[in-house]
């Protein structure tokens, strides 16, 4: 099984002007993500806005934080899952479970010999 990223983004503001009834909708629909991956998922977390950002960067040996995100974006990054999965198609079908305000974006992770 290869493993795959799921990044969550969504409109700044969408959440917090969602009436009750549409962020009920999507805890839903995220719980039964979690059902139907089950063991296949790895890991997942909601994150904090991008005001609580930190970017670090290394320039000429020293080590520069700069408060708030890399770069400026249109979506703001809210969250990812980890999965395992047998391909693409399989990871697509279970993101057609997630809340259909989100744009999601998948990833491949790449093994690198010597690290576990």
Same mark, same amino acid.
């Given at each position: 099984?290869?493993?795959?990223?799921?990044?969550?983004?969504?409109?700044?503001?969408?959440?917090?002007?969602?009436?009750?009834?549409?962020?009920?909708?999507?805890? +839903?629909?995220?719980?039964?993500?979690?059902?139907?991956? &089950? $063991?296949?998922?790895?890991?997942? !977390?909601? %994150?904090? #806005?991008?005001?609580?950002?930190?970017?670090?960067? +290394?320039?000429?040996?020293?080590?520069?934080?700069?408060? &708030? $995100?890399?770069?400026?974006?249109? !979506?703001? %990054?809210? #969250?990812?899952?980890?999965?395992?999965?047998?391909?693409?198609?399989?990871?697509?079908?279970?993101?057609?479970?997630? $809340?259909?305000?989100?744009?999601? !974006?998948?990833?491949?992770?790449?093994?690198?010999?010597?690290?576990?």
């Amino acid at each position: 099984m290869k493993k795959y990223l799921i990044l969550i983004a969504y409109e700044p503001g969408a959440w917090g002007s969602a009436p009750p009834e549409v962020q009920e909708q999507a805890h +839903r629909e995220h719980l039964e993500f979690h059902r139907v991956v &089950g $063991p296949n998922l790895l890991s997942g !977390e909601a %994150l904090s #806005g991008p005001e609580t950002a930190t970017t670090v960067r +290394r320039d000429e040996g020293r080590t520069v934080l700069t408060d &708030g $995100p890399f770069a400026e974006a249109a !979506e703001h %990054l809210g #969250g990812f899952y980890l999965v395992q999965a047998d391909d693409l198609d399989q990871v697509v079908g279970w993101c057609e479970l997630l $809340p259909v305000f989100y744009s999601l !974006e998948v990833r491949p992770c790449v093994q690198i010999d010597g690290f576990d």
